[in-house]
């Protein structure tokens, strides 16, 4: 393998990575405040696709489609979690956990109801030709979504470091109770984790419906979302992204050294191996307990 | 006395049971029973909601001209999900529980491949329209049908003889799915290529439905250097394929299989469709403006009106055929409709010719593949036109029946 074919390897890794990324930042968001692990993300990223699709049949301009996408997905989580989960928070975790995979059900649904199953596309606001830099080709789509990536994850780690909101998330991530007793709206917690990480999940949507088209199967993101969020310890923002990107890395890499049957079912080994050693994932560590 | 009784009850009872082997499952006195199943949902949903739509709007004027022989058609049809299992449950279903004259495949080869052994046991008819799965007609069976597609093996001569001679090389690549038919067909086309030509796929490479990231297998098309790359799978996939080849300097041009030749694949690939070559199973595509198109298209819209962008497309149109062919073996069966008099009524079909919409379906006692014609196109601005270019090779496949 030559430098310059590892370089553009890398280039294609990264891209799909930074995909996997931004769905693994909007799994880990809800499941870091509230502990529930939302499996209509996937979902979530299908219906930003569609409605960026809507937006822009409209003839709005891109910065419009993006803040629409954002807004319709954020108030769609605030609403699912109003009506869907806060009424049934008390449930079991396993109870919760299915609820999310009803609501994701419920979304896609509504979607093949209204757009039918047939693949759409969705141009992107750059040229679509490749640009030449160091002899390798970038694409202007793939690093849009890696700088919007970028921006999201540290926007979401100034929040949870700097802000009221971000600070109360955290404190109901490690007990909601003695949050409650504290004075935290633990209600308002769980609908703010709700709208953020709808809306990041909405704007993955967006962003990757011009590199791998629309359709509502788009969804199956969800489980290389998982196992990023896996791999960076699922209650670490910045391990989530690196976990995304590692995942990237590694199916391009190893589609091309080991060949393209085996692209797919390396980074689940990997993350075997990984688990075995480090239980928590890379930036996760295990619960404090006092004994 | 006890003799008289049993006299009595042994006569009506044969009486019965002579009513019942001569009422045959799924036709009543002024009704047919049609089962059809494809994929409504998942990745392969565009073919069986197309094939279902096309299969309706045929019933529905059928119907409205009278129906068959004085009865009216009407279908019961299952989403397979493109699933082997979830096919041979919806064959089931429709046989056992909803009890239909014959079953109509209006799916892909995934799905229709799991009810093969099933239906050639049940010894009713099913006619398949869209899926090339060779086990529909190779072994022959008596009750199984192939329309408007044709078999994996025929796909195989005529993608060998294309690739090898109108792009005059002998450096080809070929990227299929895992599926069943994009495997199918890669098989078959491999097998022609070293039958025909002497030639073996510089590279062979092969993806899962689904997949997002074709970068390992473009580079090791980019290593072997073919002079046309061969893509068999889906839309969506081929969009994203197609893309990345650009962003990785392949300029190579694609070919790809009769199952995109189809606005969908424009509608996904925009401006990477451009140049990409494939065979169509129909003369004439959605959007085109031949005056039988225009007005098959103004039909089906009136039927239609709300259907998403990208329809219809090839597959209403086949599935619309075929339910007209059917339905004219139907005819000539006559009033007394069984399996058998409709088996032989399938087999006398010659050239039938539904318009210009649609290739002619020509079936045999010795051969049950009702399409050898596949029409070879190019996207130009946009849009998939003809491609002057004509097989100069005899077919191989009804040699073995």
Same mark, same amino acid.
């Given at each position: 393998?030559?430098?310059?074919?590892?370089?553009?390897?890398?280039?294609?890794?990264?891209?799909?990575?930074?995909?996997?990324?931004?769905?693994?930042?909007?799994?880990?968001?809800?499941?870091?405040?509230?502990?529930?692990?939302?499996?209509?993300?996937?979902?979530?990223?299908?219906?930003?696709?569609?409605?960026?699709?809507?937006?822009?049949?409209?003839?709005?301009?891109?910065?419009?489609?993006?803040?629409?996408?954002?807004?319709?997905?954020?108030?769609?989580?605030?609403?699912?979690?109003?009506?869907?989960?806060?009424?049934?928070?008390?449930?079991?975790?396993?109870?919760? =956990?299915?609820?999310?995979?009803?609501?994701?059900?419920?979304?896609?649904?509504?979607?093949?109801?209204?757009?039918?199953?047939?693949?759409?596309?969705?141009?992107?606001?750059?040229?679509?030709? $490749?640009?030449?830099?160091?002899?390798?080709?970038?694409?202007?789509?793939?690093?849009?979504?890696?700088?919007?990536?970028?921006?999201?994850?540290?926007?979401?780690?100034?929040?949870?470091?700097?802000?009221?909101?971000?600070?109360?998330?955290?404190?109901?991530? =490690?007990?909601?109770?003695?949050?409650?007793?504290?004075?935290?709206?633990?209600?308002?917690?769980?609908?703010?984790?709700?709208?953020?990480?709808?809306?990041?999940?909405?704007?993955?949507?967006?962003?990757?419906? $011009?590199?791998?088209?629309?359709?509502?199967?788009?969804?199956?993101?969800?489980?290389?979302?998982?196992?990023?969020?896996?791999?960076?310890?699922?209650?670490?923002?910045?391990?989530? =992204?690196?976990?995304?990107?590692? =995942?990237?890395?590694?199916?391009?890499?190893?589609?091309?050294?080991?060949?393209?049957?085996?692209?797919?079912?390396?980074?689940?080994?990997?993350?075997?191996?990984?688990?075995?050693?480090? $239980?928590?994932?890379?930036?996760?560590?295990?619960?404090?307990?006092?004994? | 006395?006890?003799?008289?009784?049993?006299?009595?009850?042994?006569?009506?009872?044969?009486?019965? /049971?002579? *009513?019942?082997?001569?009422?045959?499952?799924?036709?009543?006195?002024?009704?047919?029973?049609?089962?059809?199943?494809?994929?409504?949902? %998942?990745?392969?949903?565009?073919?069986?909601?197309?094939?279902?739509?096309?299969?309706?709007?045929?019933?529905?004027?059928?119907?409205?001209?009278?129906?068959?022989?004085?009865?009216?058609?009407?279908?019961?049809?299952?989403?397979?999900?493109?699933?082997?299992?979830?096919?041979?449950?919806?064959?089931?279903?429709?046989?056992?529980?909803?009890?239909?004259?014959?079953?109509?495949?209006?799916?892909?080869?995934?799905?229709?491949?799991?009810?093969?052994?099933?239906?050639?046991?049940?010894?009713?008819?099913?006619?398949?329209?869209?899926?090339?799965?060779?086990?529909?007609?190779?072994?022959?069976?008596?009750?199984?049908?192939?329309?408007?597609?044709?078999?994996?093996?025929?796909?195989?001569?005529?993608?060998?003889?294309?690739?090898? *001679?109108?792009?005059?090389? !002998? #450096?080809?690549?070929?990227?299929?799915?895992?599926?069943?038919?994009?495997?199918?067909?890669?098989?078959?086309?491999?097998?022609?290529? !070293?039958?025909?030509?002497?030639?073996?796929?510089?590279?062979?490479?092969?993806?899962?439905?689904?997949?997002?990231?074709?970068?390992?297998?473009?580079?090791?098309?980019?290593?072997?250097?073919?002079?046309?790359?061969?893509?068999?799978?889906?839309?969506?996939?081929?969009?994203?394929?197609?893309?990345?080849? #650009?962003?990785?300097?392949? !300029?190579?041009?694609?070919?790809?299989?009769?199952?995109?030749?189809?606005?969908?694949?424009?509608?996904?690939?925009?401006?990477?469709?451009?140049?990409?070559?494939?065979?169509?199973?129909?003369?004439?595509?959605?959007?085109?403006?031949?005056?039988?198109?225009?007005?098959?298209?103004?039909?089906?819209?009136?039927?239609?009106?709300?259907?998403?962008? %990208?329809?219809?497309?090839?597959?209403?149109?086949?599935?619309?055929?075929?339910?007209?062919?059917?339905?004219?073996?139907?005819?000539?069966? /006559?009033?007394?409709?069984?399996?058998?008099?409709?088996?032989?009524?399938?087999?006398?079909? #010659?050239?039938?010719?539904?318009?210009?919409?649609?290739? !002619?379906?020509?079936?045999?006692?010795?051969?049950?593949?009702?399409?050898?014609?596949?029409?070879?196109?190019?996207?130009?601005?946009?849009?998939?036109?003809?491609? *002057?270019?004509?097989?100069?090779?005899?077919?191989?496949?009804?040699?073995?029946?």
């Amino acid at each position: 393998m030559t430098i310059t074919l590892a370089f553009q390897l890398a280039i294609a890794g990264v891209s799909v990575g930074s995909i996997y990324a931004l769905v693994a930042l909007a799994i880990v968001i809800p499941f870091k405040s509230s502990g529930v692990l939302n499996f209509a993300q996937g979902e979530v990223v299908t219906f930003g696709a569609y409605a960026a699709l809507v937006l822009t049949q409209l003839a709005l301009p891109y910065p419009v489609v993006v803040l629409g996408v954002v807004v319709l997905g954020g108030v769609g989580g605030i609403v699912a979690e109003r009506l869907l989960i806060r009424p049934i928070v008390q449930a079991p975790e396993f109870t919760l =956990v299915m609820a999310t995979f009803a609501i994701g059900l419920l979304i896609k649904g509504l979607i093949s109801l209204k757009f039918g199953d047939s693949a759409a596309s969705l141009d992107s606001p750059f040229d679509p030709e $490749p640009l030449l830099a160091f002899g390798l080709r970038f694409n202007l789509t793939s690093l849009w979504i890696l700088a919007c990536t970028t921006f999201v994850t540290l926007s979401v780690i100034g929040f949870f470091k700097y802000t009221k909101m971000g600070k109360a998330m955290r404190a109901v991530s =490690v007990n909601a109770e003695a949050s409650r007793l504290m004075g935290i709206k633990v209600s308002s917690v769980y609908r703010w984790a709700w709208g953020i990480s709808t809306a990041i999940g909405a704007l993955s949507g967006l962003l990757v419906a $011009p590199l791998i088209g629309i359709n509502p199967e788009i969804g199956h993101l969800i489980l290389r979302g998982l196992l990023a969020a896996v791999i960076g310890g699922f209650t670490s923002i910045a391990g989530a =992204v690196f976990g995304g990107i590692a =995942v990237g890395l590694i199916e391009t890499f190893s589609g091309v050294l080991i060949g393209s049957t085996f692209k797919n079912l390396v980074p689940f080994l990997l993350l075997m191996l990984l688990l075995f050693f480090r $239980p928590h994932g890379l930036f996760g560590a295990a619960e404090a307990k006092r004994v | 006395m006890n003799t008289i009784a049993r006299a009595v009850c042994g006569f009506v009872l044969s009486v019965a /049971g002579l *009513t019942a082997s001569a009422q045959q499952q799924g036709v009543t006195a002024d009704n047919i029973l049609i089962g059809a199943f494809g994929p409504i949902t %998942g990745p392969a949903a565009y073919i069986g909601l197309a094939g279902r739509d096309g299969m309706n709007l045929a019933i529905k004027e059928i119907n409205a001209a009278g129906g068959i022989n004085g009865r009216k058609l009407s279908s019961a049809f299952e989403d397979d999900a493109h699933s082997p299992t979830r096919g041979l449950a919806a064959a089931k279903k429709l046989i056992e529980q909803d009890k239909v004259f014959m079953l109509m495949s209006v799916g892909g080869s995934n799905a229709t491949a799991g009810t093969i052994d099933y239906v050639r046991d049940s010894k009713l008819i099913m006619y398949v329209s869209i899926a090339s799965v060779p086990q529909v007609t190779w072994p022959f069976a008596k009750n199984m049908f192939r329309g408007g597609t044709t078999e994996s093996a025929r796909y195989g001569e005529l993608y060998a003889e294309f690739l090898s *001679t109108h792009f005059k090389t !002998k #450096k080809i690549g070929i990227m299929s799915g895992r599926e069943e038919y994009p495997r199918n067909e890669g098989d078959a086309t491999v097998i022609k290529l !070293k039958d025909w030509f002497g030639l073996a796929p510089v590279a062979r490479v092969e993806f899962n439905i689904g997949d997002k990231d074709f970068t390992p297998q473009l580079v090791q098309m980019q290593k072997a250097g073919p002079d046309v790359i061969a893509f068999l799978g889906n839309p969506a996939e081929a969009a994203i394929a197609m893309r990345q080849a #650009k962003e990785l300097g392949l !300029k190579q041009p694609f070919f790809v299989g009769s199952n995109m030749v189809d606005p969908a694949l424009i509608l996904a690939a925009r401006t990477s469709a451009e140049g990409v070559t494939g065979f169509s199973l129909i003369p004439l595509l959605p959007g085109s403006k031949n005056p039988d198109m225009v007005k098959w298209q103004e039909s089906w819209k009136k039927e239609y009106p709300s259907a998403p962008a %990208g329809r219809p497309n090839n597959f209403d149109v086949m599935a619309y055929a075929d339910m007209y062919v059917v339905a004219d073996a139907m005819k000539r069966a /006559g009033k007394d409709l069984t399996t058998d008099s409709m088996i032989a009524s399938l087999e006398a079909t #010659k050239d039938f010719s539904v318009g210009a919409i649609a290739t !002619k379906r020509t079936f045999s006692t010795k051969h049950h593949i009702g399409n050898l014609t596949l029409v070879p196109m190019i996207v130009q601005n946009g849009a998939w036109e003809p491609v *002057t270019w004509s097989s100069s090779r005899q077919s191989d496949i009804l040699n073995r029946y």
